[in-house]
T-cell receptor
């Protein structure tokens, strides 16, 4: 089991563009959470998906949206990119309702120019 | 409102010296606290959780409800302990995590 995988590893975009990040959860996990980690900060919760629905959401604008597929993989979409969206985006998977076994992916480094 | 405070961004200790990484929290109710670690070029991973009361890689952390602290301790630091450490607790009423800003620990040979 490769654990949580994310693609791409790095991404460079310009302001105003749109981006899609992808995540495959660890085998046996059905819940996917997305976090944004700005430089020098801890990860900040964006949203969580379970049963193909957004179940919880952090304090992020509607420009941030997501999707979960029947195979539990997930996408994070960010529209109208701002310079401040530059960060490491982490995906974490877990069995539903089990916080302490969140497994993190390696992250996608997004740079907005 | 819940909050996790890690007052030290950077901490350097010599190999063999004791190390303590501080974490203070505010939370309504009984918190469940975690320490996550990120070694160089590796992903974020769970180090330990207070509910299990176990020692991982020689690290321990005791929940002090009176002082609202969950400091991470190790009696003798090793070079391989150099990493970024994050204290975390569950978001109120949810099962996602709320992280502190992290402490970068450097163990000097």
């Amino acid at each position: 089991d490769a654990g949580v995988t994310q693609s791409p590893t790095h991404l460079i975009k310009t302001r105003g563009q749109q981006v899609t990040l992808r995540c495959s959860p660890k085998s046996g996990h059905d819940t996917v959470s997305w976090y944004q980690q700005a430089l020098g900060q801890g990860p900040q919760f964006i949203f969580q998906y379970y049963e193909e629905e957004e179940r919880q959401r952090g304090n992020f604008p509607d420009r941030f949206s997501g999707h979960q597929f029947p195979n539990y993989s997930s996408e994070l979409n960010v529209n109208a990119l701002l310079l401040g969206d530059s960060a490491l985006y982490l995906c974490a998977s877990s069995p539903q309702g089990v916080t302490d076994t969140q497994y993190f992916g390696p992250g996608t480094r997004l740079t907005v120019l | 409102a819940q909050r996790v405070t890690q007052p030290e961004k950077l901490l350097s200790v010599f190999k063999g010296a004791p190390v303590e990484l501080k974490c203070n929290y505010s939370y309504s109710g009984s918190p469940e606290l975690f320490w996550y670690v990120q070694y160089s070029r590796q992903r974020l991973q769970l180090l330990l959780r207070h509910i299990s009361r176990e020692s991982i890689k020689g690290f321990t952390a005791d929940l002090n409800k009176g002082e609202t602290s969950f400091h991470l301790k190790k009696p003798f630091a090793q070079e391989e302990d150099s990493a970024m450490y994050y204290c975390a607790l569950p978001q109120t009423g949810a099962n996602n995590l709320f992280f502190g800003t992290g402490t970068r620990l450097t163990v000097i040979p």
